[in-house]
Every structure is written in C-alpha cells, then in structure tokens.
C-alpha cells in the first residue's frame, strides 16, 4: 500500500457533494490546486492571481467571508471540524467539500491544519480608488507595506476604529492573502479597498482636491505629536487621508513632501517607535472621526 493513511473503515457518513481525501493519491484532484504551496508567500501571490482565488483560514474566518458575500468554490476540512461546520455545507450545496485525516492534509498545505477549516474563495474584482473613497471620510494609505502579519492587523485596527477605506500602493501586501486576513480576523471583508495606481504623489493630490487633509506617520523633523495643540486641523477634519510606510524604511521622502503633516506618537526620550501595526492602531484611534455632537 502507497501514500498516506488507510482507507477507511471508520469513514464518517458523507456529505452531499463530499470528497474523501485517503492518501496522498488522492491529491491529484486539480480542483485542490488552490490549496497546495500554501506556506509560501511568493508563490501564493502568483497562484492566487492565477487561480482568481483568496483562501479564506479558520471556521470563524470563513464563515464572514461568506456572511460578506463572498462566493465558495470549495471547502477543505479536517475530520475533527466536519460536524462544527456541517450548517456552513449545507447552505452551499454543490460546493465539493475535501475532507480527510490531518496527516493528509498536512502533506497538501504544507502545514497543520489546526484552525478547523478552509475555504477557497472566489477573489473579487478589483475596485477602483474612485469608488473606494465614495463617502470615506477617514482613508489609510499603506505605502509599500509588504508584510502580510502587519497589513491584517493594521486592517483589523481600521475596521474597529471605524475608519472607512484602504488604498494601497502596487508593492504592498496582498489584504486577501491567507494570512494577512487570518490576523485581520476577517475583519478585511469589511473594509473597502483598492490599489493606486501611478505615483503615490498624484493620488495624493487628487485626494487634496476632493477635500481630503492629509499626513503621514513618520518620525521627521516637521512632525508634531498627536496631541499637539498644532495638530488640531488634522484631528478635525472632516475628511482625512493617513499614509503609513514600511516597516524599517518608513514613508518615502517623495510622499512626505506631498503630505499636509507629519505627525509621531509623543514617547520617552530614548524610545522613538512601535512595530507599523501598533503605531498605526494608536494614530487611528487619535485622528478617527469625531462625531459632529461631541
């Protein structure tokens, strides 16, 4: 006998639509293409694209997707997770459901599936900036932030601080890759989003004619602490664009010149920065929109 695991005696009463994965034989299927390389970052970004998937990591994840009207093409489960997610397959009938013991799994991802469930997603078109910024009143820029890790929780801190667009420059993250929406706890299904296009520096000056105030979050000599009286205008705003830089680099000196403020979390000599994701959650909740009554 070749490949992973037995067959299956033990074999749970199928699902409508189920599809028992044994051994590694079994993992030929090409509708399981979307699942594999799963641990490697450079890879899934091609595959992704190539695919025109997300996937979707952990029952709680792939249920918002779905509540966000995303549209399933399969679902990969664990034996241990096949009952908890049972209402989720039966609301999607016709969508093939893999399912299998973990060492088969882990020899598909790569990984230890231990987050109960996953979900290759249809990926969405992409939006444009114009009908991203429609409404928003507070917009992050993420300029070149390449991490997945700190783009999710950048994204979940947006979502909770009830800031309303995301724009994104063409090296940046992919908001849709597994792990950065596994850190953002889905929370990205609820954020609008799109990626800029040309310099950074044009959008910025778009954005300034459509009445946006604008800043950066950067240590420089022209910025001012988020509680300065000077920093008023920018906390006040009615409309307001952020732009946070990458990790180590920070934001360029070409968009610092374009932006209307500079501004830094006041600290204790000596200390002069947190991780993107933390400082991004301080200055999101400093400069978030104030209701007209308070």
Not at 107 to 120: E, I, S, V
Request: no cysteine; proline share 7%; hydrophobic share 45%.
């Amino acid at each position: 006998m070749s490949g992973i695991g037995s067959g299956a005696a033990e074999d749970p009463a199928p699902f409508p639509g189920e599809v028992r994965l044994r051994t590694t034989a079994d993992l030929a299927d090409p509708r399981l293409a979307p699942y594999t390389t799963l641990t490697d970052a450079a890879l899934r970004r091609d595959a992704d694209a190539a695919h025109g998937v997300f996937l979707a990591e952990s029952s709680p994840v792939v249920r918002r997707a779905l509540d966000a009207g995303h549209t399933p093409r399969s679902f990969l489960l664990g034996d241990r997770y096949r009952e908890t997610f049972a209402d989720v397959i039966a609301a999607h009938p016709g969508v093939p459901v893999f399912t299998g013991p973990d060492q088969v799994l882990t020899a598909l991802t790569g990984f230890h599936l231990h987050r109960g469930a996953l979900a290759a997603m249809d990926r969405p078109a992409p939006r444009s900036v114009t009908d991203v910024l429609a409404g928003a009143r507070r917009v992050l820029i993420a300029e070149d932030l390449v991490d997945h890790t700190n783009l999710g929780a950048v994204v979940r801190s947006a979502v909770a601080l009830g800031w309303d667009a995301l724009l994104l420059t063409p090296r940046a993250a992919d908001p849709l890759y597994r792990r950065a929406i596994r850190v953002s706890m889905g929370t990205v299904f609820r954020l609008s989003w799109a990626r800029t296009d040309g310099p950074l520096e044009d959008v910025l000056r778009s954005l300034r004619a459509a009445g946006f105030a604008t800043a950066a979050l950067e240590v420089t000599d022209r910025a001012l602490g988020l509680d300065a009286p000077g920093l008023e205008p920018i906390r006040t705003a009615d409309r307001l664009a952020l732009v946070l830089g990458q990790e180590g680099p920070g934001v360029r000196p070409e968009t610092l010149a374009a932006v209307d403020a500079h501004v830094v979390i006041p600290m204790p000599e000596g200390v002069d920065s947190l991780n993107v994701a933390a400082a991004a959650a301080v200055a999101l909740w400093e400069l978030r929109a104030r209701r007209a009554d308070r």
